[in-house]
């Protein structure tokens, strides 16, 4: 079964194609790199270049696996909305995933965090029982879990915020997660059917937009008084 992946949520994105190659693996088979922050304007173009280099149509394509967040909000949605839309024109179904576990997953751990600016950062901790959380946490938030020996990183600021706060923690440094990454991360659920309902996929943000934070309050309506 081919697959497609959508990796828009850091500082650079990327599109890639593998192939399911048991339960719990995939493989990839190419991938491109896009630059910058110009997802809107070269995703969908990326993706059918990347086929037809392959010589493979969407159609037979088996799922399209999109990250879904945690990262900039603009990255996410435009992942999201390229992965929408081709499944609909297709027919293709979707998994998604969370760039935390990519992040994790890519570097042999449970745990992992990444920059969420602000003196923040994302982050996925599995606590004694393995029992796994993920969540936005500032320097006070970090005093109250108690993670586990080693957490993936793949930028400077999130690997300070961490030694500051849990110096005891070894922390690996690893590149951060791509497209083909994720594609590993969703095998187990392409293998067993697992698909999103498109109508209900949405961003996995784990923090509240600017809008939302720094936007005026909601007027109420008056007609209810």
């Known amino acids: 079964m081919y697959l497609l992946g959508i990796d828009t949520c850091g500082p650079s994105g990327s599109v890639a194609l593998g192939r399911l190659t048991g339960m719990h693996s995939a493989e990839t088979i190419a991938q491109k790199e896009l630059e910058g922050r110009s997802y809107s304007a070269t995703l969908v173009a990326a993706a059918g270049e990347l086929l037809e280099r392959q010589r493979i149509r969407l159609v037979d394509v088996g799922c399209i696996v999109v990250v879904r967040g945690p990262g900039s909000f603009t990255g996410v949605r435009v992942g999201l909305s390229a992965a929408k839309g081709l499944a609909d024109g297709s027919g293709v179904p979707v998994v998604a995933v969370s760039r935390l576990e990519a992040l994790a997953r890519k570097a042999g751990v449970l745990s992992s965090a990444l920059d969420a600016h602000r003196h923040e950062v ?97 007027v109420a309506d008056l007609s209810s008084r």
């Open 122 to 218: 994302f982050l996925r901790v599995a606590d004694c029982d393995l029992k796994i959380t993920e969540l936005l946490a500032g320097a006070a938030d970090l005093t109250r879990i108690s993670p586990c020996s080693r957490i993936a990183v793949c930028d400077e600021a999130a690997a300070d915020l961490l030694r500051a706060a849990w110096p005891q923690v070894g922390l690996l440094r690893i590149e951060g997660p791509n497209a083909g990454d994720s594609l590993l991360v969703a095998a187990p659920e392409v293998a067993s059917g697992e698909f999103a309902d498109l109508a209900l996929l949405d961003g996995h943000y784990l923090r509240r937009s600017d809008a939302e934070i720094f936007g005026p309050p909601a």
